[in-house]
């Protein structure tokens, strides 16, 4: 997602690029830590990949603006549990000084230099804290972090660990996680003065020495959705300190450089920004120290998870039982045939598909809710779902795996609605209604009756979370505004009308199926004519979708191919935006004039050279118009489906896996935002061979898998294969198919048909077969019929 952000100058670093090193896909850590060759799944993952930006030009438009860095995926290498309450994860982005990507990352693999580590569960590691930093020798204040450059070919990042040797100060770290805790391991130099500083972020706190092993405190940030864990935290040395002293830097004062720095020797207590405190040990070459950090919504919940049954306090137990659980994950698809950086590549993405939605508590365990009043948990909570985000394909692959886990979520979001009297939604349109559709189509149990009473009133009640919903009750379309001065995009400040007229239509189709399965036939009526309202903000003389103003007329001057952020569309362009509505891709066909002109509109779409002037930042992974990097057309490719070009598909599929993913000179690159795992998930669910267009509805486009097999453990414990014969990179187009040893002509299947386990056999060859799926009858379904 793109966020309007002020520009900070950046830290430049002169360091060669030489520093880069690629990393073999089989090339893992074993237990010790030294190097192992595995083909295990869980071995072949490598978290780095999303940290590191694409570096072809042609992929990259005109993005970044100067004085900025181009997007990295952002994701984090840190190391973490699946859906992890928490994360241990490097910082080296002094995030506390600026950033200018959006939203507060702490990690860019370009970055030659490290800031510290942090032990907070922050959706984004750069708001974690605290920050922990070992230094051996002098160390300064914070924000002006005492930083240390490391060697790239010393990094090693996991699944559950991460380790860097800081050349700096000659000492390593090593991170790893349980549900609750994060646990640092350092590696010292013969010195006296081996110092681990320990403090708060810029919106300060209250820190604590207690006694010689211990430090706590309390950040004053309240960002409750984001930091689920708790604003509390107490961090524990595994032996005593011989020396210790707390600090703060007072942040307002402007007379003297970045603030006025207040240390102390042997203060145990102190207040204020970046609430600190450092600790030293004198130590042997080769002489570890093991913090562990534990959050809660009082001293006393944090004291409780540090502690905890599986909280364990042995570094090296921690890190193989972390291993064992995205091992254990991991068994639940295996893939053969690709290549080894192609399943490194999916086993990575798999890992980072399960970067949310966070853990906040196991059945038994309290939680905080929105009011701050204390509960028990009767079943596993699950903070937020980023619905604009993971929405739209994440979830689906999680009611594929695990759909007890996606039963917790949407009770977790029940609740959620109950305290706050609406249903949550996330960024921009209304789409938790996808994920409950989408579920009980799949045949998940749950409560739905119950849930429908706020999915309503998020869909009526003009005071609720839908912006704007009022005109788009009464008028079926919301308008959008003419900047002042019409100034060229992007603009970031406007309603975005068109694409959240769009949005709204595509849940009020899911509504319309939950009220119908409900017997609320009058709601299922009102709800499914909504469901058409995208037709409103269509223009037949552009044929794109197009801002209308109050009185009704089109927005000019209109050029589909500028992104307009907010103004019209939500972080896309016309072109982007074109291809956003899911639920009646027929209708869609319909609106622009017929399979015909549907084909040769994504043809141009796919083709049409990307000239914006205005930038955007994370319109990167480009072919023609289309953005892998961000959410709005990621689908697009596959609607050739309903056209009856599946085979445009198959290429398009296969391209965007090989080019815009870890195609650059570290083999780590992504396009744009990873968004909590929604570009991952992409990659994961079209690397085997399908993808849900519309998650609220059970079905699947198939593409073109570039395994030989792929084998899938269902959450009920049946399997379903998907088996490419004679596959290969020249090898991509499906020329016959088989459902369970029945011929199979349809370019999409339900999930009714793979539920109770299923094999589907596709026969691979190098030309496009113009028969297989091609018949209108052979469609996916659509809201409208074909018009006659």
């Known amino acids: 997602m793109i966020i309007p952000l002020a520009r900070f100058p950046q830290r430049a670093f002169a360091f060669a690029l030489s520093l880069f090193v690629v990393t073999s896909a089989t090339v893992v850590l074993a ?123 010393t990094e090693k990042a996991s699944p559950g660990y991460y380790a860097v040797d800081l050349a700096t100060f000659r000492n390593k770290v090593e991170l ?17 003065r081996s110092n681990v500083v320990v403090n708060l972020r810029r919106e300060g706190g209250d820190v604590e020495v207690v006694g010689d092993r211990t430090i706590r405190g309390v950040g004053h940030a309240n960002r409750p959705d984001r930091d689920a864990d708790g604003p509390y935290f107490v961090a524990e040395f595994s032996r005593p300190f011989k020396a210790f002293g707390t600090f703060r830097a007072e942040i307002t004062h402007k007379g003297e450089g970045l603030g006025r720095e207040d240390v102390q020797a042997s203060r145990r207590q102190v207040s204020g920004d970046y609430a600190g405190a450092y600790v030293t040990f004198d130590t042997k070459a080769g002489e570890q120290v093991v913090l562990r950090i534990a959050h809660g919504h009082s001293t006393a919940e944090a004291e409780q998870r540090l502690h905890a049954q599986d909280s364990d306090a042995d570094f090296d137990r921690v890190h193989a039982k972390a291993r064992d659980r995205w091992a254990d994950l991991f068994e639940k698809v295996q893939v053969t045939g690709g290549t080894p950086k192609q399943r490194m590549l999916f086993y990575s993405t798999l890992y980072h598909s399960f970067a949310s939605p966070r853990m906040i508590a196991r059945k038994g365990e309290h939680y905080t809710d929105a009011d701050g009043r204390d509960h028990v948990a009767d079943y596993d909570h699950y903070g937020p779902v980023p619905f604009w985000d993971t929405g739209r394909n994440q979830i689906a692959l999680l009611m594929l795996l695990e759909p007890t886990v996606v039963q917790d979520i949407m009770r977790s979001e029940l609740d959620r609605a109950r305290e706050r009297g609406y249903m949550n939604t996330s960024f921009h349109g209304d789409h938790a209604v996808l994920l409950y559709d989408g579920a009980w189509r799949r045949g998940i149990d749950f409560d739905y009756a119950a849930v429908y009473e706020y999915l309503r009133k998020n869909a ?23 900047p002042a001065g019409n100034p060229s995009p992007p603009y970031a400040g406007g309603k975005a009308g068109v694409a959240t007229t769009l949005e709204y239509a595509w849940d009020d189709d899911a509504l319309a199926d939950v009220a119908r399965r409900l017997g609320k036939n009058d709601d299922a009526a009102l709800f499914q004519r909504r469901a058409g309202n995208y037709r409103n903000v269509f223009d037949p003389s552009t044929g794109f979708f197009r ?26 362009s016309g072109w982007s935006t074109l291809w956003l509505v899911p639920h009646d891709v027929q209708g869609l066909m319909n609106l622009l004039g017929g399979r015909d002109r549907f084909n040769a509109k994504l043809d141009a779409f796919f083709s049409t ?20 990097g961000n959410q709005p057309d990621q689908q697009a490719a596959y609607l050739y489906a309903w056209s009856g070009q599946p085979w445009k598909t198959q290429a398009l599929v296969r391209r965007i896996l090989a080019d815009l993913y870890g195609s650059d000179a570290t083999g780590y690159g992504y396009p744009g935002m990873d968004d909590q795992g929604s570009t991952s998930s992409w990659y994961v669910l079209s690397a085997m061979g399908f993808y849900p267009v519309d998650p609220s509805m059970p079905d699947y486009i198939i593409g073109s898998p570039i395994f030989d097999r792929v084998r899938m453990r269902l959450g009920n414990g049946k399997t379903f294969e998907v088996v490419a014969r004679n596959n290969s990179a020249r090898n991509m187009y499906i020329q016959s198919a088989t459902l369970n040893g029945k011929a199979w002509n349809k370019p999409w299947f339900s999930h009714a048909d793979i539920a109770d386990g299923a094999t589907l056999v596709l026969t691979m060859g190098p030309e496009p077969s113009t028969t297989w799926g091609t018949d209108p009858q052979d469609a996916p379904p659509s809201m409208s019929g074909a018009q006659p």
């Open 176 to 192: 790893t996680a349980t549900q609750w805790t994060s646990l640092m391991r350092f590696t010292f130099p013969e010195s006296p």
């Open 547 to 572: 801002g209308r103003t109050e009185d009704g007329q089109w927005i000019s001057p209109f050029d589909p191919g500028e992104p307009y952020y907010n103004f019209m569309m939500k972080e896309g």
């Open 609 to 628: 050279p990307y000239e914006a002037k205005g930038v955007c930042r994370d319109c990167t992974g480009l072919i023609g118009q289309y953005v892998q």
């Open 460 to 482: 009526t009640d003009p005071k609720g979370p839908r912006g704007y919903l009022d005109e788009y009750m009464k008028r079926g379309w919301i308008s959008d505004i003419v």
């Open 31 to 153: 237990k010790d830590n030294k190097p192992a060759t595995s083909s295990e799944p869980v071995d072949l993952a490598n978290p780095l990949v999303g940290t590191a930006p694409l570096d072809k030009p042609a992929l990259i438009g005109n993005a970044p603006p100067p004085g900025e860095p181009l997007y990295t995926g952002m994701t984090t290498p840190g190391a973490s549990l699946p859906q992890s309450a928490t994360e241990a994860a490097p910082a080296n982005i002094n995030a506390d000084l600026g950033f200018t990507t959006g939203v507060a990352v702490a990690y860019d693999y370009r970055r030659p230099a490290m800031v510290g580590f942090t032990g907070g569960g922050s959706t984004y590691g750069a708001r974690g804290e605290p920050m922990v930093m070992p230094v051996v020798g002098d160390w300064t204040v914070p924000p002006d972090y005492m930083t240390s450059y490391y060697d790239k070919a």
